[in-house]
């Protein structure tokens, strides 16, 4: 279950704080380890293979012949048919972000 259908989020043990648990029972500035990029003086957080995104982790690209767009569903980019939900608002054309909306209404 999603948080927008009831699922509960752990929030950080740390008194008074309201940062999301990462690891641990507690948020990444009370303690949390995080696996770093392996390159040599890269801060960044390792997303896949023990590299981040700027050192070469797998990043799908559109399927779309010559298309450097990011893959939003199906393996395309919105551009070449992912299907995204928009915006509840009457008449707004804009992708919903948070709750059905988008920033401009709410999210």
Not at 18 to 23: D, S
Not at 25 to 34: N, Q
Not at 53 to 81: E, I, L
């Amino acid at each position: 279950v999603c948080k927008r259908h009831g699922a509960a989020v752990k929030s950080c043990s740390s008194t008074g704080c309201p940062n999301r648990v990462v690891q641990g029972g507690v948020c990444m500035r009370h303690g949390a380890k995080v696996k770093l990029c392996i390159n040599e003086g890269c801060t960044k957080q390792a997303k896949k293979g023990g590299v981040c995104k700027r050192h070469g982790a797998a990043v799908k690209s559109c399927s779309s012949t010559g298309c450097p767009n990011r893959v939003v569903q199906g393996g395309v980019c919105m551009r070449h048919g992912a299907k995204v939900k928009l915006c509840i608002n009457e008449g707004c054309t804009k992708q919903a972000k948070k709750g059905g909306v988008c920033k401009r209404h709410g999210a």
